[in-house]
């Protein structure tokens, strides 16, 4: 087991399409995230724990699996007003992925939702958990 982390009963399984978020993870946090399309998310997220989770990620036509650490929830530093997945793949990434499929398994919860007094604390803990 890896410090920290609680494995899941049951995966969460997510399929869905790669779409623009906000725009605050590669502006804002200098962190990049696959933002997937809401549609993909209602019956996967509907009964899932809002916090960071860590799992497994594959992009497109390629069979490359890759770390990474999810957020489901309401970004509460941000404060958003419904449910999001934003993935932090653990990868570094060419070129944008926008418009192609993205698979999640999302394996193990890390911790809760936060807010944090500053964005640099926040960008800390993201790092952190990645």
Same mark, same amino acid.
């Given at each position: 087991?890896?410090?920290?982390?609680?494995?899941?009963?049951?995966?969460?399984?997510?399929?869905?399409?790669?779409?623009?978020?906000?725009?605050?993870?590669?502006?804002?946090? @200098? /962190?990049?995230?696959?933002? +997937?399309?809401d549609?993909?998310?209602?019956?996967?997220?509907?009964? #899932? *724990? =809002? @916090? /960071?989770?860590?799992?497994? +990620?594959?992009?497109?036509?390629?069979?490359?699996?890759?770390?990474? #650490? *999810? =957020?489901?929830?309401?970004?509460?530093?941000?404060?958003?007003?419904?449910?999001?997945?934003?993935?932090?793949?653990?990868?570094?990434?060419?070129e944008?992925?926008?418009?192609?499929?993205i698979?999640?398994?999302?394996?193990?919860?890390?911790?809760?939702?936060?807010?944090?007094?500053?964005?640099?604390?926040?960008?800390?803990?993201?790092?952190?958990?990645g």
């Amino acid at each position: 087991l890896v410090h920290g982390v609680i494995p899941m009963d049951e995966p969460i399984r997510i399929r869905g399409t790669v779409v623009k978020g906000f725009g605050r993870g590669s502006k804002d946090l @200098g /962190i990049p995230t696959a933002n +997937v399309d809401d549609a993909s998310l209602a019956a996967s997220l509907s009964e #899932a *724990v =809002s @916090g /960071i989770y860590c799992g497994w +990620v594959s992009i497109g036509a390629s069979e490359q699996v890759y770390k990474t #650490a *999810v =957020s489901i929830g309401f970004n509460p530093h941000f404060g958003n007003t419904h449910k999001t997945c934003e993935p932090w793949i653990l990868h570094t990434f060419h070129e944008p992925f926008y418009g192609q499929e993205i698979r999640l398994v999302v394996c193990g919860y890390l911790r809760p939702e936060a807010g944090f007094t500053t964005l640099q604390a926040l960008i800390d803990q993201i790092l952190n958990d990645g």
